[in-house]
């Protein structure tokens, strides 16, 4: 029997069925009937999290197998979850297995990394299931995909200043692959939730910043024989899979503090990025300025007034004509030569695009407040 996933549907009653399936008789001698599962309820238990054990989550699996089932910590985990759900439960002969592997996170930026996350390209749930495959399943066939609607969340977008803003999605799929063990070819169907989270930035300069972060929830998986592995028993059991009352209001409380706490961050970035851009804003006006002054120069040289002004003046000391002018001398460092600038400023900067800064302010450097570089002018005698 050849089974994809186009032809698998989610049953509206598989939960019931589930619970249902789980009340039949340890002792019941009969065969169950075609298509029927039956599943036993498995806990996962955190023994490290809290000051006592608590239910993280639980699951059900077909009864009789095998099973493992614990939630394992990192608290050095930056990139996602620092919890961990994990499950190994296999059928008694070994041909069949369920696993549910860990999550994982990454990410992807203009400029540099996104915190502790490793950089990868995935921007959708199916590129990240056939990437989980490659590198978990080296070998497999790729059968099938299909996006799964029904366990995902619309995208949300919340826009601020400057052109940026968030947008956040919660992406569900499901893959069909193929594989042969010891001779016998296998079916294996893997399901993922991906959250994703996309930033964009604009920061001085007008430049923008964007960035990309990512959360695999785990990766659920259930193998079995060619011919044998049933879609709807699948999504039976990835249905029952349900997080402990206690332990996530417990999650959910500390999650809360680090949003608020993040939170309180984003909004004093974003005040500092609105007080550069208005800085940065400032000091292009002042270089519009400069840049006007010396075009009305050049055009005085043109139309003779700056020359005739210069023959009235001749007998006066060079110093003299810069004073009544208002200008000051600067050493050019690119052509060697003397610069006239507005002497009402203490400091001049010569930018690398070859545009001028003139500041009052001492402590002043254009590579660090306006991401251009640039040199501080020497006066001249």
Same mark, same amino acid.
Request: charged content about 20%.
């Given at each position: 029997?050849?089974?994809?996933?186009?032809?698998?549907?989610?049953?509206?009653v598989v939960c019931a069925v589930a619970s249902a399936l789980v009340l039949v008789a340890p002792a019941a001698a009969q065969a169950l009937?075609? %298509?029927?599962?039956?599943v036993q309820r498995v806990e996962f238990i955190d023994r490290q999290g809290f000051e006592k054990p608590l239910v993280a989550a639980t699951i059900m699996v077909p009864a009789g197998w095998q099973q493992q089932a614990g939630v394992e910590w990192n608290v050095q985990q930056r990139c996602t979850r620092p919890h961990a759900l994990r499950l190994r439960a296999q059928a008694p002969d070994g041909s069949a297995a369920i696993e549910?592997?860990?999550?994982e996170g990454w990410g992807q930026a203009t400029q540099g990394a996104v915190g502790d996350c490793p950089r990868a390209p995935w921007r959708n749930t199916q590129q990240y299931l056939a990437a989980w495959v490659e590198r978990h399943r080296?070998?497999?066939?790729?059968?099938?995909?299909?996006?799964?609607?029904?366990?995902?969340?619309?995208?949300?977008?919340?826009? =601020?200043? @400057?052109?940026?803003?968030?947008s956040q999605r919660m992406e569900s799929g499901q893959a069909l692959i193929a594989y042969n063990v010891g001779g016998r070819e296998m079916r294996e169907t893997l399901v993922a939730n991906v959250s994703f989270l996309q930033s964009? =930035?604009?920061?001085? %300069?007008?430049?923008? =910043?964007?960035?990309?972060?990512?959360?695999?929830? %785990?990766?659920?998986?259930?193998?079995?024989?060619?011919?044998?592995?049933?879609?709807?028993? =699948?999504?039976a059991v990835w249905d029952t899979l349900r997080p402990g009352p206690e332990w996530q209001a417990r999650i959910n409380k500390a999650n809360a503090e680090m949003a608020a706490d993040n939170q309180r961050t984003q909004a004093e970035i974003s005040r500092i990025n609105a007080a550069t851009q208005r800085e940065t804003m400032a000091h292009m006006a002042l270089r519009g300025q400069i840049r006007a002054q010396t075009q009305r120069e050049v055009a005085e040289i043109h @139309? %003779?007034?700056?020359?005739?002004?210069?023959?009235? @003046?001749?007998?006066?000391?060079?110093?003299n004509v810069r004073t009544v002018r208002e200008v000051q001398a600067y050493r050019d460092p690119r052509s060697g030569?003397?610069?006239?600038?507005s002497h009402h400023y203490r400091h001049a900067w010569q930018l690398r695009d070859g545009s001028y800064v003139l500041t009052d302010n001492p402590s002043f450097n254009p590579s660090r407040d306006i991401g251009i570089g640039g040199v501080e002018l020497d006066r001249t005698k």
């Open positions: 029997m050849t089974i994809t996933l186009a032809a698998a549907r989610a049953s509206p009937p075609e %298509g029927a599962l039956r549910l592997a860990p999550s080296p070998g497999a066939r790729w059968l099938d995909y299909r996006a799964r609607p029904d366990k995902s969340h619309p995208e949300q977008r919340q826009a =601020f200043g @400057n052109g940026g803003g968030f964009r =930035f604009v920061i001085a %300069g007008g430049q923008a =910043f964007e960035s990309m972060q990512a959360q695999a929830l %785990g990766v659920l998986a259930w193998r079995a024989p060619a011919g044998t592995l049933d879609m709807k028993q =699948f999504d @139309n %003779g007034t700056w020359r005739a002004r210069q023959e009235s @003046n001749e007998r006066m000391h060079t110093d030569g003397v610069v006239e600038l």
